[in-house]
């Protein structure tokens, strides 16, 4: 079983040239784990979508139909993830928005992929292709994706996990497809997003995880000297959860997963989050 | 005759969602002028496209290909626009590249739309949406538009032609979708797109008409001032030309067209380009 595929809830792989999430990238996509046949922190995912599509003006689908359509391709499947992107539909060639969009809404089930992270973390690196600035964007999963792209075609050596991505100005912002946090004298740190970057669902859950801890937490500038200085570093995304990082190439080696890193993987599985 | 579409060579209007170009807008597009059954400044399309393929590792179609398909695109139709799009095809769901990406080439031909500038030029106005800076993108014709679609959607009023944008740090850029030139005691400067913009087709063909004219140009940063103390304005894209520009709201009204712009489009429209 190797998943389905739902074009506005009709099984179907096909979408029309014109759909302006081909033409322009103009749509929000939200990458879920599921379990047991549903979706896990769906109401966060929803959140967050509803929150894109209040910034793009784009009317996002109902949540109930969205969780039914998400159960419906992951019949069969049971564990594994879900994709679900929201464009703004087929139109006329115009960057202007139609006034009254027909919104596509694609929904696609995989499989579970084998974790094989090493047992003391990933290996990292860094990234050379930047992070453009731009508010209006910043923190949104829309599909506007190619700097992730050319950052991943820049390694291909299997045993390196994720790369680190700058912004232009040269602050450490996130991993290609996680966000990153920093653990410095027991302090968790994970950049800010104003301007750049995913506000990630399993980012804010390890956020609020870490309120409950106790542990302190600053959200604000990193910069690459903070990440020699960090006692942990681990990564984040729906999908892979808390992902403790082992090294990262040209800067150093962390013990992982470290004391920080652990609770809150214990904290996160534990509550099927 | 409303136009055709071709993926692939094949008549259809359908890709699959597995495709890259509406998963992360990997991917490149053109859109060309069409006269007589044959797309306008071809070479120079190619040529872009060919750059823009260097720099996402892309591999473009062969262009006699692509020329062989506008053309059947083009039957019955004759004059009026072809939107080229080449994605990175279809691929399993990472950002990461495939290694032999199996490309996807989108042909959909176009009516001609009717011309309806007024004489004494267009109105245009000032977007807020901001450009993102990344050298690594900049000049090139990708799939990432998001930030155009958002500047469209500033105004309704039809009497407003297009919109200029700035980038984060407030130089002026371009229009939503066209590059912009402003004339100064007889000197003829557009911005340079070192971090962000498109390096028009038409862009570069008003360029070299210039140089032979003997017109002084300068490519440099372009800030708001300049839009003020500009004795003329004008637009430039494939489809449209050259676009003189009667008023910026908010700016200052000019006398259009202006004698360069006057020389530009008589020069441009004579070579047939």
Not at 65 to 87: D, N, P, Y
Request: hydrophobic letters at 45%; aromatic letters at 4%; one cysteine or more.
């Amino acid at each position: 079983m190797i998943g389905r595929r739902l074009v506005n809830g009709v099984e179907s792989s096909a979408i029309s040239v014109d759909d302006r999430g081909l033409q322009y990238g103009d749509g929000l996509f939200e990458t879920m784990a599921a379990m047991n046949g549903r979706v896990r922190n769906f109401e966060r995912h929803m959140e967050r979508l509803a929150e894109g599509g209040r910034r793009l003006g784009l009317p996002v689908p109902d949540p109930n139909l969205i969780a039914a359509e998400c159960e419906r391709a992951l019949v069969g499947l049971g564990a594994g993830s879900v994709k679900l992107m929201v464009t703004r539909g087929p139109g006329p060639r115009t960057y202007r928005p139609p006034a009254e969009p027909a919104v596509t809404r694609i929904v696609v089930s995989s499989a579970p992929k084998p974790r094989n992270d090493p047992d003391d973390g990933i290996v990292v690196r860094l990234c050379d292709t930047p992070l453009g600035l731009n508010p209006r964007l910043a923190g949104l999963k829309h599909l506007n994706r190619l700097e992730q792209v050319l950052a991943c075609a820049e390694w291909d050596d299997p045993t390196i996990a994720e790369g680190l991505m700058s912004a232009v100005d040269g602050r450490i912002v996130c991993a290609t497809a996680a966000n990153v946090f920093l653990v410095r004298d027991g302090q968790l740190v994970t950049p800010d997003i104003r301007d750049c970057g995913v506000a990630g669902v399993m980012r804010g859950i390890v956020l609020a995880a870490a309120r409950e801890f106790a542990i302190a937490t600053q959200v604000r500038d990193v910069v690459p000297a903070d990440l020699a200085a960090a006692d942990e570093v681990f990564l984040t995304n729906a999908i892979t959860g808390v992902r403790p990082v082992g090294e990262i190439l040209g800067v150093r080696r962390y013990a992982a997963p470290g004391e920080v890193a652990r609770a809150l993987l214990e904290r996160t599985t534990r509550a099927g989050v």
